[in-house]
């Protein structure tokens, strides 16, 4: 379609090199040639993010958050610069912004910040004059007018923002892989490439382990209707849609299998047994942006005990999590903080199982078969997750992925039984 704005992202290996960063340029230029108004969101080059965060930590053992931002969102601005002398070498018109060029509002939590506002004009005004214009991904102005950074793998969120605030036809996030897959192809070599993931499985995934796209992109999307199609950026061909809207699509019983092994277990031990406990310690902890995942506590036997309570959160966010219980230690009278930094977790995820009964107890059983402890359990209508240790993790993908069949063309219908007894 003519004129229709449209909105590409480009992941670090898509950009890593001079060659590869030229071919990005030239499929930009490809869909400008066709006819459409494009925005391209880029991520810093390669592993850069990695090895400024590295550099930071080889400075200070508590680098500041500001700071971090203003170094953090470097990584994109040398992408994006690149790219645009690229794209004028290929005869066209190209433009970089920052973040904050672009008019990307968050709020002030750095490294983690949220966009508040997509102030487009300057794109717009840009677009208009017929060139092209590269975003940096990951980051934004803060309402006191600070660099911030949008968390690990920002840039998808920056560019469904982008798309939402130009009403674009669709976000095409470019990738080092085809789609989204059943399960990680790194692990099980026969996964399945979806063609379709409707919103609320892919937020399921996103939030479960799936790295092809950050968690608050998925949110973001679905929240402002956007669709996004992730495809590779080294071949043709379609990739995989996470539909908009939970559009009406017959949902396989389990769409795939996602794991992590970036998880770490917090235990506080005696916990007091009284209204109010775990709220106090919750609130510590999202005081301190801890994002935290499972949570189990158990009730003391009798009156006079003290309860426990663990959790998981991501292992990076340890230390803070940490630093947010003792400083509750004097205030509730809490006890000692146990920590495991080497969990992982394991999740099934299938939009029909809402009215499928028995999903859980497959799972449990095919772990068990496989020798492997359950340690947490958590649920939501549509994904069972376990908090499994974390050198099982792939045994547990691989015999999750074969038992309910997720190989091959076609997964297993809701409607067809699955090799449970019928209840
Ligand atoms: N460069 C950032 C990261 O590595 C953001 C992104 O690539 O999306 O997390
Ligand atoms: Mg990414």
């Known amino acids: 379609m003519a004129d229709a704005t449209i909105v590409m992202k480009f992941g670090g290996s898509s950009v890593a090199d001079a060659e590869r960063l030229r071919r990005a340029a030239e499929r930009i230029v490809a869909r400008r040639e066709e006819g459409h108004r494009v925005v ?90 017929d060139e092209i214009v590269l975003v940096a991904g990951f980051q934004g102005v803060s309402t006191t007018k600070d660099v911030t950074t949008l968390g690990r793998g920002g840039s998808d969120t920056t560019a469904v923002a982008l798309a939402a605030a130009l009403g674009a036809e669709e976000c095409e996030i470019y990738t080092d892989v085809a789609g989204v897959f059943s399960a990680d192809p790194r692990i099980v070599p026969d996964a399945r490439k979806l063609s379709v993931v409707s919103s609320e499985e892919m937020l399921e995934m996103s939030s479960s382990g799936a790295g092809v796209l950050q968690l608050r992109s998925v949110e973001y999307a679905r929240n402002h209707g956007v669709r996004i199609h992730c495809r590779s950026s080294f071949e043709d061909g379609p990739g995989t849609v996470v539909l908009a809207e939970n559009q009406t699509m017959e949902h396989p019983l389990i769409t795939a299998v996602t794991h992590s092994t970036d ?6 031990i005696g916990v007091p047994d009284t209204p109010g406990a775990a709220g106090q310690i919750a ?19 009798s009156k006079d005990t003290r309860a426990d309570m663990s959790f998981t959160v991501p292992r990076d966010d340890l230390r803070a999590a940490h630093e947010a219980l003792d400083s509750l230690k004097p205030v509730m009278g809490i006890g000692d903080i146990a920590t495991d930094k080497e969990m992982g977790k394991v999740s099934v995820i299938g939009a029909g199982m809402k009215s499928h009964p028995g999903v859980a107890a497959k799972v449990f059983s095919v772990l068990g078969a496989e020798g492997i402890n359950i340690e947490m359990i958590s649920t939501s209508p549509i994904k ?5 240790a974390g050198d099982r993790v792939e045994d547990a993908v691989r015999a999750l992925h074969s038992a ?5 063309e076609d997964t297993i219908r809701a409607e067809e039984p699955f090799g449970l007894p019928p209840s």
């Open 384 to 388: 069972i997750s376990c908090v499994i």
């Open 40 to 129: 391209a969101v880029l991520s810093a080059r390669g592993k850069e993010t990695d090895r400024l965060i590295e550099a930071a930590y080889e400075v200070s053992d508590n680098p500041d958050p500001r700071e971090m931002d203003m170094l953090l969102s470097t990584g994109e601005r040398v992408s994006c610069a690149l790219c645009a002398m690229a794209i004028n070498d290929l005869g066209h018109h190209a433009i970089s912004l920052t973040g904050s060029q672009a008019g990307i509002v968050t709020d002030t939590t750095h490294t983690k910040a949220r966009i508040l506002d997509v102030r487009a004009d300057r794109i717009s005004a840009a677009l208009d004059n």
């Open 404 to 408: 309910f069949e997720l190989s091959g």
């Open 283 to 301: 609130t510590a902890l999202a005081e301190a942006h801890v994002n935290v995942d499972m949570i189990i506590q158990n009730e003391p036997v």
């Open 263 to 268: 998880e770490a277990r917090v235990t506080v």
